[in-house]
């Protein structure tokens, strides 16, 4: 069974610009959770999509936002990049309700010169 | 606010021994406690997780003991192997973790010396 993809790998991007980030689910999982893991600041919850809505945020700006499709594939767009936003974006997916299992992807390096 | 506190940030330990890291809490909502092992390059893989009905799981050589009363938990690794040599994070949530996500810890860098 495949696990959760990411991609790209690593996206290299200049302050003020916009990265586009994406996501692909474990089969039969709905949830997809997004996380920043900076260097010096762990890992932080980004935002929950579930059955193509946003759930909830975590404590980001609004320059941060998503979607997620009908085929539970997601998306996290970051806007206005800035030097700070330069980390590792996680995904993470589960079958909410059934299980509080997160399984995460291998991530997306971004760097933001 | 660090909701989530983890010690030691660096540990060595010798092959066949044992490590131990622990986590404490704050928030007595939380109702769903993940230990995940990161290596470099790597996302985190779920190793085990505990709920508070129960004060220790054992999956392996992997033993997670929970103290709800102290609001603390924490990971053994018995017969410690240098493939077991990565970075390892506690985490905690609420509603299963989807309400407000993961809150991890800061993690520990284990090293273990052949």
Known sequence: EAGVTQSPTHLIKTRGQQATLRCSPISG????????QALGLG??????????????????????????????????????????????????????????????????????? | QQQVKQSPQ??????????????????????????????????PALLIAIRPDVSEKKEGRFTISFNKSAKQFSLHIMDSQPGDSATYFCAASTS???????TFGKGTHLIIQP
């Not at chain 1, 999982?29 to 920043?36: A, K, M, P």
């Not at chain 1, 946003?54 to 998306?75: A, L």
């Open chain 2, 96 to 102: 299963g973790g989807g309400a407000d996500g993961l």
């Open chain 2, 10 to 43: 660096s540990l060595i330990v010798q092959k066949g021994g044992i490590s131990i890291i622990n986590c404490a809490y704050e928030n007595t909502a939380f109702d769903y406690f993940p230990w995940y092992q990161q290596f470099p390059g790597k996302g």
């Open chain 1, 29 to 36: 999982h709905t949830s997809v959770y997004w996380y920043q």
């Open chain 1, 43 to 113: 890992l932080q919850f980004l935002l929950w999509y579930d059955e193509g809505e946003e759930r909830n945020r975590g404590n980001f700006p609004p320059r941060f936002s998503g979607r997620q499709f009908p085929n539970y594939s997601s998306e996290l767009n970051v806007n206005a990049l800035e030097l700070e936003d330069s980390a590792l974006y996680l995904c993470a997916s589960s079958l909410v309700g059934v299980s509080y299992e997160q399984y995460f992807g291998p991530g997306t390096r971004l760097t933001v010169t």
